[in-house]
């Protein structure tokens, strides 16, 4: 692990992979060059980095090997948040953070035990004429609220503020607007990226201060708050209401899509702070 100083303004830089470090170069499965080259620039730097994504580590480890990066990640977190994962330099060996699978273990039998099942009960109550309730196939965590084609736009705002109040009250389930469809994504709290960027900034003992944190879609919004990173950057092709959170905190946007993007606008906030 790079020795870190405060000569720098950041110590962790921690980025998202569709759509932020992914995208625009073939192929597909690897870190762009220039983007590997990027990292690289960080770590002589003394700037650790880490990735956020809903890749499953054991996919991510290989994605690494294949790209030109020669320095490795701090950490992998996966699955949105349900895996904390570290690889050897020779990137042959993965380890999943013990500590973390144990606490995520009990959220989701908690999760399936008693907030699902109030989940249902609020559902027919509330919403079950105006929304479907679907299970993602490949991510049986995430519960999708997505409007009928016949849902009036009032409609939709009203069920907003119903959930939004349910979700409240249960501190165990966490809600995000869909990024294409009138409706929500409901999952356990900790199924989020700014649960476990958190955990991983306890663990290496770095503040969200000295933290950049780099994303383009809605699952991304949870991390990209002041409180897990100071800074935070977006490429042009970032959902919009990314766009608008990224300039309300005093971001970047890149002018160039995925990470292109990333490069300029990480750039010019590590160049503005360093003065």
């Not at 962790?12 to 990027?38: C, H, I, N």
Request: proline share 6%; net charge negative; with cysteine.
């Amino acid at each position: 692990m790079p020795n870190r100083t405060h000569n720098r303004p950041i110590d962790l830089f921690v980025f998202d992979l569709d759509g932020t470090a992914l995208g625009g170069y073939e192929p597909y499965d690897r870190l762009p060059d220039p983007f590997s080259q990027f990292l690289d620039d960080l770590s002589d730097r003394g700037i650790l980095w880490g990735i956020n994504s809903t890749w499953s580590p054991h996919l991510q480890m290989p994605m690494i090997a294949r790209s030109a990066v020669r320095s490795r990640p701090a950490f992998m977190i996966g699955r949105t948040g349900l895996m904390i994962a570290y690889v050897n330099a020779t990137l042959d060996t993965i380890t999943i953070d013990a500590e973390h699978h144990q606490r995520v273990e009990q959220a989701c039998q908690h999760f399936s035990e008693h907030a699902l099942p109030t989940l249902a009960r609020w559902y027919q109550t509330h919403a079950s004429d105006d929304f479907h309730w679907s299970t993602l196939r490949d991510e049986p965590l995430m519960q999708y609220l997505i409007a009928t084609g016949t849902t009036p736009r009032s409609r939709h705002g009203q069920l907003r503020e119903a959930l939004q109040h349910f979700i409240t009250q249960h501190e165990h389930l966490h809600a995000q607007d869909h990024s294409t469809q009138p409706g929500w994504i409901v999952t356990p709290v900790l199924m989020t990226k700014g649960a476990a960027l958190k955990t991983m900034q306890q663990k290496l003992g770095i503040e969200s201060a000295r933290t950049m944190v780099a994303g383009d879609e809605m699952n991304d919004l949870t991390m990209m708050q002041p409180t897990h990173g100071q800074y935070c950057v977006c490429p042009d092709n970032a959902h919009a209401t990314i766009k608008a959170h990224v300039q309300r905190y005093h971001g970047c946007i890149g002018d160039q899509p995925c990470s292109d993007g990333i490069i300029l606008a990480a750039r010019q906030l590590l160049s503005a702070a360093d003065g």
